[in-house]
């Protein structure tokens, strides 16, 4: 038997040709991408989709590198689901740090306009308040709304808008109500009414 | 002994305990076949797919006791999907037209309802005993209609199942006239019971020896609990938690005192270490103790603890424990037989796990250890080998080496020659779980010494077809065998298909075999189901349209007399 692990295994294995730190025979952390070498080959797809979403589990939370790796096996370590959700042992860390990404990657809302042809991403974060807000997605549409006529009967011109939002509930609510860190924190995405439907909400708002 | 009446016969055929033996006596004539058939009154049926129910019924008119598994092994580790299967109803139907008479049922990874548990409760007047371990499908409703209809209920014992809450006061559904409880475990739920509920059903309950309590429940709680329950054998605690300011912990530290008769301890879910002073005075006694809950009891309060108790036959721990605790633990526990250290850490080793050296300690110092359960960072062939020639009485060894294909860090060889040691060793060793970095030596030394081998566990090991072989060729007494992510393909199943009839089932998962392989199988062994499970997106498209060269995913194969079943959801092919 030769002294180093890694020529006990197949000839062909790639592994033996990885360049990668550590004793040869040493096995680096980030073993998951051996798998597929190895022959647990996917059934029918070859896909990356496919392979990421066999491999992906669904209480890790992405926390450093070498720990991510291990944990995006399926299955493994064999613990009893059970035991896995009676304890998280880093839940109180993991959930600071996804705060922590979050907090990082912004809090982007998608901005639909009624008639625009496609939708629009902002980072809420960015902004301090509804005044900074509207004048951002004004400049957004702006393209969608110059020149624009309204193609409903007994509308006025498409100038008369309204923005609304979504919010964790599901219900449509009109920007503007709520003290604005509130907003932010309740609004899933954000929807610019044009038209007819506006005056319904104004006369609804003021009678 | 054909010459003896039958009422002879079955008095001898009384003594036999086990199935294995019923079952085998029931071979040698049809006299024999007759009487042992009329007179079992335990039934047991390893795989649910393997027989219809209508027949076992059938066959054991007299049956009183049944128990009945579902899904593979590999379920408990999420690899296998939700809705694969393993319903009870069609067991409970059974039951319900042809054994009213049945009194204890037993459930292990099966689906059950509430509708189910319903049925069960009103169909059977005797009922006195329900156990189920690791099912699901059912909620809080269900385990009120058991607590509803089954007046002279003994023991209601849910072990890890994962209930739904439906906030259903179920144990106020125990009727006021219910006092036969000897067993009650409801650890597994998450929801509340109403504390007086509880504490009335036990003080009415006199035979009452086995408790277990669930997470919510109180340390004020536990103090009236155990007031009126002195007699208790085994405890699960609850929360444990308790600021030692309050008249609560004085209480707890009075209470524990009184149980003369406790022998087995559990839960502690949220115990800190000043609880556990409460805990001391029973210690002397205590037989079983799992701590393996109690994520926020370090080495030091776990040491302080277990070197008082001289007579643990069966400890469950974490990993925080640490080799000096282990080591600890080997020099108390002398009468210690069943080990299992659980990671408190899946994402990387704390401040604090085990190694080789907590395992060789407990090998030297506990020489009754026969059954053992070891999570660890690190293992050597050097301590597989002392391990081996200190404990020759294994009958159950599973160890997981956290990361997958780690070799022995002092040599950096694989673990063959530790695991080679342990089957040699081990003449009695039933079941094998390997892990780390494995050739497809360990499967040679695996088929030659491990005669005795029922149920092995294979993952991220070996080379070749070869290895596989080894163990299909040299292990006799093998029922279970389950493979993920190995380098085994056609050529190693098919290289012996008989031998799979004489085996309960064979699992493979994310290895080589393909699905011309699962066919080729299928199509030599008409009794044996070949379930591929595909859960790639459109699955429900038709075989024809994947080629016979692609890798079958997961493969379960299992012999049966029942046919294909006809309950298979979309995404699980019998071929």
């Known amino acids: 038997m030769e002294a180093a692990a890694s020529s006990v295994k197949d000839g062909g294995d790639l592994r033996d040709t990885e360049l990668r730190l550590g004793l040869p025979g040493t096995e680096a952390p980030e073993k998951p991408a051996a798998p597929s070498t190895r022959g647990s080959k996917r059934a029918l797809q070859e896909d990356d989709d496919m392979e990421s979403r066999a491999n992906s589990r669904p209480l890790e939370a992405d926390s450093g590198e070498a720990p991510a790796a291990k944990a995006q096996i399926v299955g493994w370590p064999p613990i009893r689901s059970y035991r896995r959700n009676s304890f998280p042992p880093r839940k109180v860390e993991s959930e600071a740090e996804a705060e922590a990404e979050a907090e990082a990657a912004g809090l982007y809302v998608k901005v639909s306009m009624d008639g625009a042809p496609y939708l629009r991403k902002i980072d809420l974060k960015v902004y301090k308040g509804y005044k900074e807000l509207r004048e951002a997605m004004d400049n957004m549409f702006k393209c969608f709304t110059q020149g624009e006529v309204s193609r409903k009967e007994g509308c006025s011109s498409g100038s008369e808008s309204a923005i609304t939002y979504e919010d964790k509930d599901g219900d449509l609510m009109l920007v503007g109500d709520v003290p604005w860190e509130m907003f932010i924190s309740s609004c899933r995405r954000l929807r610019i009414m044009k038209g007819c439907e506006v005056r319904g909400l104004r006369t609804r708002q003021y009678s | 002994m054909t010459y003896f009446p039958e009422e002879v016969v079955e008095h001898i055929f009384d003594f036999l305990g086990s199935h294995r033996d019923r079952n085998a006596v029931s071979t040698v004539c049809k006299a024999w076949y007759h009487v042992e058939r009329f007179s079992r009154r335990n039934v047991f049926v390893g795989n649910c797919y393997a027989i219809r129910p209508e027949r076992v019924m059938a066959r054991f008119p007299g049956m009183k006791s049944l128990s009945v598994k579902g899904k593979p092994h590999f379920a408990d580790y999420n690899l296998v999907p939700y809705d694969w299967g393993g319903f009870a109803l069609p067991w409970i139907n059974a039951a319900v037209r042809r054994c009213p008479g049945l009194e204890d049922l037993r459930l292990k990874r099966m689906v059950v309802t509430d509708d189910d548990l319903d049925l069960l409760a009103r169909s059977f007047p005797n009922f006195r005993s329900l156990v189920l371990v690791s099912c699901e499908g059912f909620s809080t409703d269900g ?376 066919k080729a199988l299928a199509a030599k062994m008409p009794r044996l189901n070949v379930e591929i499970i595909n859960e790639s997106e459109g699955s429900d498209k038709l075989e024809e349209n994947i080629s016979d060269l692609h890798k079958a995913e997961k493969m379960y194969v299992y012999r049966t007399v029942a046919g294909p079943r006809n309950d298979a959801p979309d995404f699980v092919w019998t071929l």
């Open chain 2, 143 to 518: 385990l009120a209609a058991i607590a509803t209809y089954c007046r002279g209920l003994r023991e209601l014992d849910l072990q890890e199942n994962e209930v739904e809450d439906h906030g259903r006061q179920w144990l106020s559904c125990f009727h006021e006239s219910c006092t036969s409880l000897v067993s009650l475990n409801f650890a597994c739920l998450k929801g509340e019971v109403n504390a007086g509920v509880l504490e009335r059903l036990v003080a009415r309950c006199p035979n009452l020896r086995s408790l277990k309590l669930n997470r919510a429940v109180s340390v004020e709680s536990l103090n009236e609990i155990v007031a009126r329950a002195p007699y208790l054998v085994d405890l699960g605690t609850g929360s444990f938690a308790v600021d030692h300011h309050t008249d609560a912990y004085q209480r707890l530290m009075n209470s524990f005192s009184k149980c003369k008769s406790l022998s087995s301890l559990s839960g502690f879910w949220e115990a800190s270490p000043h609880c556990l002073d409460a805990v001391y005075p029973v210690c002397i006694n205590l037989t079983v103790l799992n701590m393996s809950y109690a994520p926020a009891i370090q080495a030091d309060d776990l040491i302080k603890l277990i070197s008082l108790c001289f007579k643990l036959q069966k400890l469950w721990v974490l990993d925080c424990i640490g080799d000096k605790g282990l080591a600890v633990v080997a020099s108390t526990c002398k009468e210690l037989q069943e080990l299992r250290v659980f990671p408190s850490d899946i994402y990387g080793a704390g401040a604090t796990s085990v190694t080789e050296e907590g395992l060789v300690a407990i090998s030297s110092g506990c020489p009754k250890l026969n059954s053992l359960l070891y999570f660890c960072y690190q293992m050597t062939n050097a301590a597989l080998i002392t391990v081996a020639k200190n404990c020759p009485h294994f009958t159950r060894f599973r160890l997981c080496i956290l990361d997958p294909w780690k070799p022995d860090p002092v040599t950096n060889q694989p673990l063959d020659e530790g695991f080679g040691a342990i089957v040699r060793s081990c003449k009695n060793l039933r079941r094998l779980s390997l892990s780390g970095l494995l050739t497809d030596q360990v499967f040679l030394y695996i088929g030659l010494y491990a005669k005795c081998l029922e149920m092995l566990s294979i993952a991220f090991a070996g080379d070749s077809d070869k290895g596989m072989v080894y163990i299909l060729k040299g292990c006799k007494n093998l029922r279970k065998l389950e493979i993920r992510d190995c380098p085994f393909g056609d050529i190693a199943l098919l290289n012996d298909v008989a031998k799979y009839e004489t085996m309960r089932s064979l699992w493979m998962s994310s290895c080589d075999v393909t699905l011309g392989g699962c």
